[in-house]
């Protein structure tokens, strides 16, 4: 067995005999105390503290005194004053104190949802130079390698055989030759922009996502196959009289 050092003897020692002083000091303190608060306490009241204390007593064997104390303590520290105000009350009596208000959301773990959006820049204006740059190349190697000459002078007496309008105009005058001028330069024409007006307020979906556009993209595809097929026939399989051709059989009757 370990022997204790001298010197931890003799501190223990003198704090023992430094705590045997101070007891009886401490004695009347708390006997002033337990009277200025018993002229405070309803004598019903510290009658009942006295029997759960005595009750207690007798039952510290079985280990319920401990308990019993506790609530008898409780009851003295809550026991109104002169059947009035409880011990140790706020203002209106309340025995409760509100510490702090804290808000909902910055006790909340709060996670961002991704969303169908990007900024302008860099992403938008990014993608949208690129494409710029694109377009620009393409049509430089285009007029390098095709060849776009000025005819001669137009003369009234001589009308070209046949007589096209512009590439991006075939289209409507491919429409010409099968309707109606007022079906084809006007009807036909007035409702593929209205539809396309209305487009967005028939399909609301907030998405921009190609598969959740559906019929959006399935309305502007229809619409460019159809002008892009009326602006090849006009170009390519019409001839003299604009009459239909076909151009491995009588040649090419389009000039850029």
């Not at 005194?65 to 203002?91: F, L, N, Q, S, Y």
Request: hydrophobic fraction near 45%; charged fraction near 15%.
């Amino acid at each position: 067995m370990t022997e204790i050092p001298e010197h931890l003897l003799k501190r223990a020692q003198a704090a023992r005999e430094k705590s045997a002083a101070e007891e009886p000091a401490a004695e009347p303190a708390a006997d002033a105390g337990a009277a200025q608060t018993d002229s405070r306490i309803p004598a019903h009241l510290l009658e009942r503290t006295k029997a759960a204390r005595s009750k207690g007593a007798e039952g510290e064997a079985g280990g319920g005194g401990v308990a019993v104390a506790e609530k008898a303590a409780a009851a003295v520290a809550t026991a109104p004053v002169g059947g009035g105000v409880p011990v140790g009350a706020g203002p209106g009596g309340h025995t409760q104190r509100l510490l702090t208000v804290v808000k909902s959301g910055s006790i909340q773990e709060v996670k961002a949802t991704p969303v169908d959006k990007v900024h302008t820049w860099p992403h938008l204006l990014a993608a949208e130079f690129v494409a710029s740059l694109a377009c620009l190349v393409f049509l430089f190697l285009f007029s390098i390698w095709v060849n776009a000459p000025l005819l001669q002078l137009s003369n009234p007496n001589q009308t070209p055989n046949p007589s096209k309008a512009p590439w991006y105009f075939l289209g409507l005058q491919e429409l010409l030759t099968m309707f109606h001028p007022m079906v084809a330069g006007v009807t036909i024409p007035g409702v593929g922009i209205i539809v396309l007006i209305f487009a967005p307020y028939i399909d609301r979906n907030p998405s921009n996502k190609p598969e959740d556009r559906k019929f959006a993209t399935s309305l502007m595809t229809v619409h460019l196959m159809f002008w892009a097929v009326l602006v090849m026939i006009g170009s390519f399989f019409r001839g003299p009289g604009f009459n239909f051709t076909l151009p491995w059989r009588d040649g090419l009757f389009f000039e850029l």
